[in-house]
């Protein structure tokens, strides 16, 4: 029996651990702060990193991240200012501009570059990394372009916004689907990722399943996350994961807030990572490098 299902367990979720930023470098040095999957092997499963990436100074980004590979999961980038170019070994070319969002399954091999196309300016944004089931780390690559006219936007009643990545966003009576959602683009871990803006004082509330991991990224002001009056600050550029429950509740602070709100099934399977390469076991893991040292990473089986 699920615990989570037992009628005991309060419905609103509440903030149970923070994971703070850490200021880091990827690629050929963008500068970028990765909170989940900052410390090795702790993972937020099914997620297993959020890199935000944010600034006006280009030096910060224009090195880019130069052709490098993937395997055993999925890469998710959502654009909210600046541009970037996707290539991959598949053909595939896709202009990443402000709204926009590239859903990328690795599968048994991706290799690809991300590129700036802007030499001033602001850029910023996130890469989400989401695991594959063991059945599908070997399926072949995807690559999913979803321009920002794509994205449906939801008002809320009390000011603000919420638009819808991936799931759905419910506000009230009305919902809408996200690109990426079942049927029409179904993800095995059943993702939901939505972008809310808060006015000053704005309060989102939204269901999420109850097994589904939940967890908020506030990337400009600050939110108390749990039941009205009662909830805990998730300051800026942190992680909150939120404890069991069925409904989210979170309440901005006097300057409003902006974050992201992530949820999607746990795998609750072995995790073995090397650098880009994410599998079950070491033994996958060898074969990935040496598939990838052979030229055989992205070859059909
Ligand atoms: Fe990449």
């Not at 055993?72 to 070994?89: N, P």
């Not at 400009?220 to 069991?244: F, H, I, N, R």
Request: glycine share 12%; hydrophobic share 40%; aromatic share 6%.
């Amino acid at each position: 029996m699920n615990a989570q299902a037992h009628a005991s367990t309060p419905a609103i979720r509440t903030l149970a651990q923070v994971i703070p930023s850490v200021a880091t470098s990827d690629g050929a040095g963008v500068k970028l702060r990765r909170s989940i999957g900052n410390q090795r092997g702790l993972y937020l499963d099914p997620f297993l990193m959020l890199d935000e990436f944010g600034t006006e100074n280009p030096g910060d980004y224009i090195a880019g991240f130069p052709p490098h590979p993937h395997r055993g999961f999925e890469t998710v980038t959502y654009m909210l200012d600046g541009r970037m170019q996707h290539r991959d070994h598949l053909g595939n070319v896709g202009d990443l501009g402000p709204g926009s969002v590239q859903w990328m399954t690795a599968g048994r091999g991706v290799i690809h570059s991300e590129m700036p196309l802007q030499e001033s300016g602001r850029m910023r944004g996130f890469q989400l990394w989401l695991n594959l089931p063991s059945k599908e780390k070997m399926k072949p690559a995807d690559y999913r372009d979803i321009p920002s006219d794509a994205i449906p936007v939801l008002a809320l009643p009390g000011g603000g916004q919420v638009k819808a990545i991936a799931g759905s966003a419910v506000v009230g009576d009305v919902s809408v689907n996200g690109p990426i959602n079942a049927p029409t683009a179904p993800v095995s871990t059943d993702p939901l990722y939505l972008d809310i803006e808060l006015p000053p004082q704005g309060r989102f509330e939204h269901p999420v399943a109850a097994g589904h991991t939940v967890f908020a990224y506030v990337y400009e002001g600050s939110v108390a996350v749990g039941p009205d009056g009662a909830g805990k600050t998730l300051p800026t550029q942190a992680a909150g994961v939120l404890a069991a429950g069925d409904r989210v509740v979170v309440n901005a602070g006097a300057n409003g807030a902006r974050l992201i709100l992530l949820a999607a099934r746990p795998l609750r399977e072995p995790i073995v990572q090397y650098g880009p390469f994410v599998m079950n076991t070491r033994e996958e893991i060898e074969q990935a490098l040496s598939d990838y040292q052979s030229g055989k990473l992205t070859q059909a089986a």
